[in-house]
């Protein structure tokens, strides 16, 4: 594409590809403006990435022992904190999210992932087994140089969700951030190559498929950490297959927060709604249906709907905005296609939020924030991940009901149970498919507990001690323990 491009609006990096087709737009979603033009990688750039990424490995990195990664991730920690207005900024600037909450989730979350990875490596251990006439020692290797590709909703979370874990382990990485939000994560990994060693970590931003599919099946990375959604995942699984590469997959979800007729209706009705609008619904974890009991279900919908009311959406920028743009014009016309679907489909728009009224905003990727009532399970509004501040909410009269309306999408990432009954509590926890259930509560923020999901959701389990098991693989050392014989086939004594 030929673009009249001034020097301040271009952004490089070492492996941009200098040829002006691997150029692509980043938009400020809060006006439809450009905000910078990227010069992104080609092939021929990623294949340099890795190669440099696996010498480090090979020559570096596998060799520090686990108390210098450690100390690397303290440091990167710090020097990440250093920064953490301007990363918020910069994320407000290209995904919309509002710069308050950038900085105390988004670039808060990114800091204490790295510290808490060197809390856990600092004391790793391998397993010991004696097993009569051989000693077992089994200890976990480095898988080589990861390939991580990112979405857009998230870009600090998934950056150092992803880099912390595998660098504690001793990989080196090459990371593809998202299209649509390549700043943020190109300049956190700018401020971390000043804090590693030189090339354990790359970023290689690229519009398209070609690059995450010729990282995928680059014969020297042994290992893929993919968030994205479902059709990505089964792209990834595919590209993977030819060289079995191993695949961390974290992918959608269609969640739902369970209301019983006995739950804490002030905190259900306050859950619900930061379930659904928080971060604009743009979030694999977003509780899009709200599974109520009919008998609260009428007082549950009136109260959250005059919440909807009073959220304010607007520019990142202003600390009055609850709700900024979705993070493209492609976004955009997704939710709203799903509104008008749910209309179509007879459901009930039960309360919508406003749209800013500056001018300059005029162009900006608002959605209104939008509530559905009168909504069937088999409504494509009630099945399918919508990725905008949309809810659902469907009418459950039995508990059979309830798991069923819950269990019955292809996701199972969350699910949220209000009820003062333990007892309930305990029996909905066993019997939700999610990976994450979470009573009376909707806190997202896991650091230390696993993440991950079930059936369309994924398989991976991010954020911790586990996710140390998903970058490594077990060796097995085995070796005469000196007491007693070593067991050898029965022939052997025949034949020598």
């Known amino acids: 594409m030929t673009l009249p491009i001034k020097d301040n609006d271009l952004v490089r990096t070492r492996w941009s590809s200098g040829d002006e087709k691997d150029y692509f737009k980043v938009f400020n979603p809060a006006t439809g403006a450009i905000n910078k033009i990227v010069a992104g990688a080609s092939v021929t750039e990623l294949n340099a990435a890795v190669a440099a990424a696996k010498k480090a490995f090979d020559l570096d990195w596998r060799h520090r022992t686990c108390q210098e990664r450690a100390q690397y991730l303290l440091k990167a920690a710090d020097a990440v904190a250093v920064h953490a207005d301007e990363l918020a900024e910069i994320l407000c ?4 999210k509002t710069v308050q909450d950038a ?14 990875f060197a809390s856990l490596i600092v004391n790793e251990a391998g397993e010991f087994r004696q097993q009569g006439s051989i000693n077992a020692t089994i200890i976990r290797e480095p898988f080589g140089v990861v390939g991580a590709i990112l979405p857009f909703n998230w870009p600090p979370i998934h950056t150092g969700g992803k880099l912390a874990p595998a660098l504690a382990t001793g990989n080196t990485l090459v990371m593809k951030p ?6 943020t994560v190109m300049r956190i990994i700018e401020i971390l190559q000043d804090v590693f060693p030189p090339d354990v970590i790359h970023v290689v931003p690229a519009a398209g498929s070609a690059v995450p ?6 014969p020297d990375v042994r290992k893929i950490s993919f968030t994205g959604s479902p059709g990505g995942g089964v792209a990834v699984s595919k590209a993977g297959a030819a060289t079995f590469t191993n ?6 979800g269609k969640n739902a927060l369970l209301v019983f007729e006995d739950a804490d209706m002030d905190r259900a009705v306050e859950d619900a709604l930061e379930a659904g609008v928080f971060n604009k619904g743009e ?3 977003a509780g899009s249906r709200l599974v109520v009991h009919e008998k609260v279900h009428d007082a549950f919908v009136q109260r959250l709907s005059a919440a909807y009311e009073k959220i304010v959406s607007g520019d990142g920028t202003d600390n009055a905005t609850h ?7 492609v976004q955009q016309k997704r939710v709203l296609e799903y509104i008008e679907l749910g209309q179509k489909e007879g459901a009930t728009v039960a309360a919508q939020g406003s749209l800013p009224s500056d001018p300059s905003l005029k162009n900006g990727f608002f959605v209104t924030p939008t509530l559905f009532t009168d909504v069937k399970p088999q409504m494509r509004i009630a099945k399918e991940e919508i990725f905008g501040p949309v809810q659902v909410v469907l009418k459950f009269s039995t508990y059979d009901e309830a798991i069923q309306i819950v269990n019955g999408t292809d996701f199972g990432l969350v699910c949220g149970i209000y009820t003062q009954d333990s007892a309930l509590q305990w029996r909905a926890t066993r019997d939700v498919d999610a990976g994450m259930v979470l009573v009376n509560n909707y806190f997202r923020a896991v650091l230390g507990t696993p993440f991950g999901g079930v059936k369309g959701s994924g398989q991976a389990r991010e954020h911790c001690e586990e996710t140390l098991r998903e970058f490594t693989w077990a060796k097995n050392i085995r070796v005469p323990s000196g007491i007693g014989k070593v067991p050898q086939w029965r022939a052997i004594k025949d034949c020598f």
């Open 93 to 96: 600037s290209e995904n919309g």
């Open 103 to 116: 900085r105390m989730f988004d670039v808060e979350f990114c800091i204490n992932v790295f510290r808490y």
């Open 178 to 183: 998202g299209d649509q939000t390549p700043l």
């Open 213 to 218: 599919t010729a990282l995928v099946e680059h």
């Open 247 to 252: 695949l961390s997959l974290e992918l959608g």
């Open 283 to 285: 979030a694999c974890t």
């Open 323 to 329: 709700v900024g743009p979705q993070v493209s014009a």
